[in-house]
């Protein structure tokens, strides 16, 4: 068998899909995507297609190394967003070829099935409380939020009890046992991130996300000093080697690399296999679309100290299409009792429906994530 050709496709609401086609009428599929970069993406995957036509696609391990390392330059949101997705389609091959699922070649499944959270709020959280109770009541046991808004390095106390108040109207709507995850989507600097992660705790919190931006991981002791509650961080880490020195200072307790950005599947395991000899958990990070969700699902299969799985249902970036719209059966990704059944189809285990993925493509997509700034006009991470 030999690869012939690699094709990506733009779709709204902000994904990119590739499809990797073979000589013996086998096709796999990737989500290789940088939310507001797909096209940058697109053209990496291009590039990379260069060495790929022509050759066996059940090499992935080889594959792998030469897109990885043979450029010379190597890492970064770009080159592995490309190379996840690359590598997500060519398992899905390899599985389709095979006639079993991803995680069957990967040792065989842990789990049956995972937990699921759902995200609630938008960019700019308000109304939370209302949103928890529809989740919970569609059987939901975990949900996610934005922590905050802008936030200055230093800023006014009005705006952390903004954020308490929100947090402590979703624990007593639900009560104490729905799992609530908060994110400061590395919004928050080191000086608000302590008073935040204090005034947080009492609320038993699932985790709290990204409390500092990813390269200033070294002020994570500082923080931890101001809470008991789980530290999560990763979606902005890209390979082992960015992860490396993240374990090492022992101050994060969650993980979240996100198989479309952190070298798809090969690379991901490999994460997750480092944090679990740090006894650290892993919620693989997958605010995106189908593809991407089930190659998460078959990493979650094989991965002992996964224990829980974001996904994009009803998401506030998902306006002109869900999650479901691009699979033909939509009831693989059937939400029961809080968790989501691990598939058992070949491959990644999803059909897409190809008609409908190059219709929409057809339209594509611009998808920008906005641009905020503080009071006094210098510019806010969002």
Not at 238 to 244: A, C, I, P, V
Not at 360 to 380: C, I, L, Q, T
Request: hydrophobic content about 40%.
């Amino acid at each position: 068998m030999k690869i012939t050709k690699l094709t990506t496709f733009q779709v709204p609401p902000r994904w990119l899909f590739l499809k990797i086609e073979t000589d013996e009428g086998i096709v796999g599929w990737g989500e290789p995507v940088v939310e507001g970069r797909a096209a940058t993406v697109a053209a990496a995957v291009e590039e990379l297609s260069d060495y790929l036509i022509g050759k066996d696609p059940f090499l992935i391990e080889d594959h792998w190394n030469v897109l990885y390392r043979a450029g010379f330059y190597r890492g970064g949101a770009i080159h592995m967003s490309a190379l996840a997705g690359i590598d997500q389609a060519l398992w899905d091959i390899k599985g389709k070829a095979f006639g079993v699922p991803v995680w069957q070649l990967l040792g065989g499944k842990c789990r049956d099935r995972i937990r699921v959270y759902s995200w609630i709020g938008g960019d700019r959280p308000a109304d939370t409380a209302r949103a928890v109770r529809q989740v919970v009541d569609r059987g939901f046991t975990a949900v996610k939020m934005n922590a905050t808004e802008e936030l200055q390095y230093v800023d006014t106390h009005e705006k952390v009890d903004a954020v308490i108040a929100r947090v402590a109207a979703i624990r007593e709507e639900v009560g104490p046992y729905i799992g609530i995850g908060v994110d400061f989507h590395g919004r928050v600097h080191k000086p608000m991130a302590k008073v935040l992660a204090k005034e947080l705790d009492p609320f038993d919190l699932m985790f709290i996300e990204e409390p500092v931006l990813s390269e200033h991981y070294e002020a994570l002791p500082e923080i931890t000093k101001h809470c008991s509650t789980p530290i999560a961080l990763g979606e902005r880490l890209f390979s082992r080697w960015d992860f490396k020195r993240i374990l090492e200072q022992g101050c994060v307790d969650i993980i979240q690399p996100d198989p479309s950005h952190s070298g798809g599947i090969t690379e991901t395991r490999k994460i997750a296999a480092m944090a679990e000899a740090y006894d650290v958990a892993v919620a693989l990070h997958c605010p995106l679309g189908p593809i991407a969700l089930a190659a998460n699902l078959q990493l979650d299969a094989v991965t002992y100290n996964a224990f829980i799985q974001e996904q994009s249902l009803g998401i506030h970036y998902n306006k002109s299409n869900d999650l479901l719209d691009y699979v033909v059966d939509k009831s693989v990704f059937a939400y029961r009792d809080g968790f989501v059944a691990i598939p058992s189809g070949p491959g990644l285990g999803i059909e897409i429906d190809e008609e409908y993925v190059r219709s929409r493509a057809a339209e594509g997509h611009r998808w920008r994530n906005p641009v905020w700034r503080h009071a006094d006009g210098s510019f806010a991470e969002w």
